[in-house]
């Protein structure tokens, strides 16, 4: 029915996080997507309850167990298609946010520590994700941030005023124009008069559209060459 997601963490208290607020927090209420937390430590045993140890050849930190994750996984109703976050996977684009937010059911593995036993990965056909070129100390930012690009293309999500338009809600080709609003000519505290370019308050349509595809143009020349190359 709705957009849900599962997802396997040792930090449930993360989630909905920024999600429960403003647009995705309404959707959220609205029952437009749902999520539930499957706390990987709940299938723990011992007195320890944990769910990590040292790894096998030695080295810095420790690594999450596949039995103890392959538990917290079964638990799972519908599991779906299976997410693992992490910097080694593919980056993440609005294409597959475009191809995920069309998927009724996901799974999320957050991992912690070093990382996980990779044989749960290969067990259970885990595809990985990254949302960039760096490193975050869980993947839970990772699953919120994923989340987010998804659940803003979902149906309903967005007013009528913010929906994209047919061309534009694809994968952006172009950065955007810069934006203005009142007042047209502005005192900041740098000691100067900052004021809006003329051309957007002259009515020319025409002019207007011509002027902002121009900005568009330069600004991804100068800061990501690479956009313009892409299909
Ligand atoms: Cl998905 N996880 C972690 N831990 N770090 C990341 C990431 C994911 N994507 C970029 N950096």
């Given at each position: 029915?709705?957009w849900h997601i599962n997802i396997l963490t040792?930090?449930?208290?993360?989630?909905?996080?920024?999600?429960?607020?403003?647009?995705?927090?309404?959707?959220?209420?609205?029952?437009?997507?749902s999520y539930d937390t499957i706390n990987i430590?709940?299938f723990?045993?011992?007195?320890?309850?944990?769910?990590?140890?040292?790894?096998?050849?030695?080295?810095?930190?420790?690594?999450?167990?596949a039995?103890?994750i392959e538990k917290a996984l079964l638990s799972i109703e519908n599991p779906g298609k299976k997410i693992f976050l992490?910097?080694?996977?593919?980056?993440?684009?609005?294409?597959?946010?475009?191809?995920l937010?069309?998927t009724s059911a996901i799974t999320l593995l957050c991992?912690?520590?070093?990382?996980v036993?990779?044989?749960i990965l290969d067990a259970h056909d885990f595809e990985?994700v990254?949302?960039?070129?760096?490193?975050?100390?869980?993947?839970?930012?990772?699953a919120?941030?994923?989340m987010?690009?998804?659940?803003?293309?979902?149906?309903?999500?967005?007013?009528?005023?913010?929906?994209?338009?047919?061309?534009?809600?694809?994968?952006?080709?172009?950065?955007?124009?810069?934006?203005?609003?009142?007042?047209?000519?502005?005192?900041?505290?740098?000691?100067?008069?900052?004021?809006?370019?003329?051309?957007?308050?002259?009515?020319?349509?025409?002019?207007?559209?011509?002027?902002?595809?121009?900005?568009?143009?330069?600004?991804?020349?100068?800061?990501?060459?690479?956009?313009?190359?892409?299909?």
């Amino acid at each position: 029915m709705s957009w849900h997601i599962n997802i396997l963490t040792l930090f449930p208290d993360m989630f909905p996080g920024s999600l429960g607020q403003s647009l995705s927090g309404k959707a959220l209420e609205k029952n437009i997507w749902s999520y539930d937390t499957i706390n990987i430590r709940d299938f723990a045993e011992g007195v320890h309850k944990s769910v990590d140890d040292t790894p096998y050849g030695g080295g810095a930190g420790m690594v999450m167990r596949a039995d103890i994750i392959e538990k917290a996984l079964l638990s799972i109703e519908n599991p779906g298609k299976k997410i693992f976050l992490s910097p080694k996977g593919r980056v993440l684009d609005q294409k597959m946010a475009q191809n995920l937010s069309q998927t009724s059911a996901i799974t999320l593995l957050c991992g912690r520590y070093e990382g996980v036993d990779q044989r749960i990965l290969d067990a259970h056909d885990f595809e990985e994700v990254s949302i960039g070129d760096y490193v975050l100390s869980g993947g839970e930012p990772a699953a919120l941030t994923l989340m987010d690009a998804c659940i803003r293309l979902l149906p309903g999500v967005l007013g009528n005023a913010e929906t994209p338009t047919e061309e534009s809600f694809s994968t952006p080709n172009l950065l955007e124009y810069p934006h203005y609003t009142k007042p047209a000519s502005w005192n900041a505290s740098d000691g100067k008069t900052h004021d809006v370019p003329e051309i957007l308050q002259s009515g020319d349509h025409g002019k207007i559209k011509a002027w902002r595809q121009e900005q568009a143009q330069k600004i991804t020349q100068k800061r990501r060459p690479d956009l313009l190359g892409k299909k």
